[in-house]
Every structure is written in structure tokens, then in C-alpha cells.
């Protein structure tokens, strides 16, 4: 699992940088709007929608944008109709990649995500390929700085969750999907505050990349998280913190 830990790390840095030119709040918008159009414009009633909001909110996302998306999503307002898509392939030495998209046009979206595998030395793969080698849970994280291990332990299992991880930086507290709201609720409201609070994809097995096959893999995903079309990648590498520390800096 530490090569899913360290992704969302690398996830959350590049978040920031591309909340400065908005591609972060157009990846927002698009899932509240979807959300919206799924379940209702009422997150009191749609979790989904609920946590969608609560990571705009997060990115100080104004709430007259969140409002529109919401509206677009229930067909209040007009606006572009996106379709969810995930596409399933392989990067270098074998590592499954999932990638979960939103398009309002499926032809260019796998037109492009099919050239990024191929031109980072990964390939594209038929549906349910990797999907089985991953697992959907809730995520809370929380930076190991000031924390004690067995207090946030105790506390993560009084409120509900399932398993926690440790590494040298960071906790990594596990929910089943179902339970991720009132987890997290439970968290906050006992005084935990998370860095990281998502439904995400946890793979079951990790493959191990060094040297110029961790390089590709790193670059791959970067590419993937480039392209518009993308809210998601995961991945089930693990490469050493010091060789990804190399490539990422």
C-alpha cells in the first residue's frame, strides 16, 4: 500500500499547483454537476454530492460556482452534459493503472488517454483488466507531525474505521465507503482533522519499480493527471521514497 499513499501525496502537492490555474476547480465542478444529475441536488441526501462540495469548499471554491454546478446538474441551468468513463491499462513493469474520466466526448477522451499510455511506454487494456486488483474505500489522512499513533488509533476505531497505516510522515485511516461521512464526522468532531478525506481506490497488491522503469511510471500518471478529461488516476506501485523524493522534486 505505500506506493498508494505516497501517489496521494504527489496528488495533493500537484493539487495545489493547479488550483493556481484552475484546473482543480474545473475538476470540482464537473463532479458536483455530475453528482448533482445522479443523486440530487440535496447533499443532505446525497453523499456524493456532499463530499464533492466538501473538497470545493476545501479549495476555497466560492459557493456561487458550487451552486451553479449543482443547478447545472439537477437541469435548472443548461450547461454540458459529461459522461463518467474509467479507462484501464498498464504502465511500465506491469503496474496496473485505473483512470477515472469525465467527458462530453468519449472518442477524443480515449483517443487521448490511449496516445498517453502509448507515448510513455504504457498500454491502454480492455475493461476489467486491472479493476479487480483494487479495492474502493474511504481515506483519511493525517500528517504524523504531533500525533500520537495509538491515541489516533484508538480514535479511528471509535469512530468506525476499518484499518489505519503508518509511515515515517503521514497516518493512513481506512473506512468502508459507506461509513467514509460518519467517519469522518466522528473524526473532526473528536478534534482529528484530516489533510486528506476521499472515497478512493486502494490496491490490493503493489508492484516494485526502480530506476528508469519508476522515472516512466511516475511520468505516466503525471500525463494522465494532465489531461483534462481526467479527475482520477490510482495506481499499485511501489517505488522507494527516495528514488520517488528523486523524480518528484
Wanted: with cysteine; charged share 30%; glycine share 8%.
Amino acid at each position: 500500500m505505500a506506493g498508494h499513499s505516497k501517489w496521494a501525496n504527489i496528488k495533493h502537492r500537484k493539487a495545489a499547483q493547479d488550483a493556481k490555474r484552475g484546473k482543480i476547480f474545473t475538476r470540482l465542478i464537473k463532479e458536483i454537476t455530475v453528482a448533482a444529475r445522479l443523486g440530487g441536488g440535496d447533499p443532505e441526501a446525497n453523499p456524493r454530492l456532499r463530499q464533492a462540495i466538501d473538497r470545493a469548499l476545501s479549495q476555497n471554491m466560492p459557493k456561487d460556482n458550487i451552486d451553479r454546478a449543482i443547478k447545472r446538474g439537477t437541469g435548472e441551468l443548461e450547461g454540458v452534459s459529461y459522461d463518467e468513463v474509467r479507462y484501464e491499462g498498464y504502465a511500465p513493469g506491469g503496474v496496473a493503472v485505473l483512470v477515472e474520466c469525465m467527458t462530453d466526448n468519449k472518442n477524443r477522451t480515449v483517443s487521448e488517454i490511449r496516445h498517453i499510455f502509448s507515448k510513455n511506454g504504457g498500454n491502454l487494456g480492455e475493461n476489467g483488466c486491472v479493476e479487480y486488483l483494487f479495492q474502493k474505500v474511504g481515506m483519511l489522512v493525517f500528517e504524523a507531525e504531533g500525533i500520537d499513533e495509538d491515541e489516533l488509533l484508538e480514535a479511528a476505531m471509535e469512530a468506525g474505521a476499518e484499518d489505519m497505516e503508518t509511515d515515517d510522515s503521514q497516518y493512513t485511516v481506512y473506512t468502508d465507503p459507506q461509513d467514509f461521512e460518519s467517519v469522518k464526522a466522528n473524526m473532526e468532531a473528536a478534534g482529528w482533522q484530516p489533510s486528506v478525506a476521499e472515497v478512493t481506490m486502494k490496491p490490493d497488491t503493489t508492484v516494485h519499480v526502480e530506476g528508469q522503469r519508476a522515472e516512466q511510471v511516475v511520468r505516466l500518471l503525471e500525463a494522465l493527471e494532465d489531461c483534462d478529461d481526467v479527475q482520477s488516476v490510482y495506481a499499485n506501485y511501489d517505488i522507494p521514497d527516495e528514488v520517488l523524493d528523486r523524480i518528484t522534486a
